[in-house]
């Protein structure tokens, strides 16, 4: 295996999901668990999520980006990974804040699931009221 130099080695979360970033020097290429971008994300939303800091930095082509990213479903691991990205890219380029943070892609988004509370079915659904 060729050494090739990481530029950036960060790490992003959303909701479960964690995801570990490195950024290289490259064309573009996106691998998520050693797995095609293409192939690990399916849907569209989804791969444009994951782009947007790369468009927002005009930086598509110039990084190659292999993510591991654990835990969560699809759509908290495509945020943990845009989350990431912007991470890195903020590491490479310090110039780059103040675009990434007017997108929104630098905030961690704090949104959790709700725990179930007892006596309920579930985190706010509870029994049904019956009067008679």
């Not at 192939?39 to 927002?56: C, D, E, G, I, K």
């Not at 495509?78 to 590491?91: D, K, P």
């Not at 630098?106 to 009221?129: S, V």
């Amino acid at each position: 295996m060729v050494a090739t130099q990481v530029l950036a080695l960060t790490s992003g979360s959303r909701k479960e999901a964690i995801a570990r970033v490195r950024l290289l020097p490259g064309t573009g290429a996106i691998t998520v668990n050693g797995k095609a971008f293409d192939v690990y994300f399916p849907t569209s939303p989804l791969r444009s999520m994951v782009r947007q800091p790369l468009v927002a930095a005009n930086a598509e082509s110039r990084y190659d980006v292999i993510v591991k990213v654990t835990g969560g479903g699809v759509a908290g691991q495509a945020g943990a990974v845009r989350h990431g990205i912007a991470r890195a890219l903020l590491e490479t380029d310090e110039g780059l804040r103040p675009t990434l943070r007017k997108g929104g892609f630098l905030t961690r988004d704090p949104r959790e699931k709700e725990r179930k509370k007892y006596g309920h079915k579930r985190a706010r659904k509870g029994f049904q009221y019956s009067k008679r």
